[in-house]
């Protein structure tokens, strides 16, 4: 079992930046695939990032150029660098991982981008 929880969000303005992190326990998660998801009010979540055991890394077309997705496997973490927010980022985030036909979420945490 490994358990994540996400920190780092918080409210802030069009084009200023934040970075989420996703710290897990239980278990070393340098083997899992880890996504960060999001969920709009009334929407579907929605999935932003991949990044592979390799560090691979894969984005949503609208967050290409303006995310940042990375792991450190020494401190068991994920993050997501988020530059150049946009009031349509708004959502609460959710890291994820996926070890064989396990997935785990965390809680989330919430990102507001608003003037």
């Known amino acids: 079992q490994v358990q994540l929880v996400e920190s780092g969000g918080g409210l802030v303005q069009p084009g200023g930046s934040l970075r989420l992190s996703c710290a897990a326990s239980?278990?070393?998660?340098?083997?899992?695939?880890m996504r960060w998801y999001r969920q709009a009010p009334g929407k579907q979540r929605e999935l932003v990032a991949t990044?592979?055991?390799?560090?691979?890394?894969v984005y949503a077309d609208g967050v290409k150029g303006r995310f940042t997705i990375s792991r450190d496997d020494a401190k068991n973490a994920m993050y997501l660098q988020m530059n150049s927010l946009k009031p349509e980022d708004t959502a609460v985030y959710y890291c994820?991982?996926?070890?064989?036909?396990?997935?785990?979420w965390g809680q989330g945490t919430q990102v507001t981008v608003s003037s």
């Open positions: 990044i592979t055991s390799g560090g691979f890394a």
């Open positions: 239980g278990r070393a998660i340098s083997r899992d695939l």
């Open positions: 994820y991982a996926l070890s064989g036909l396990n997935t785990y």
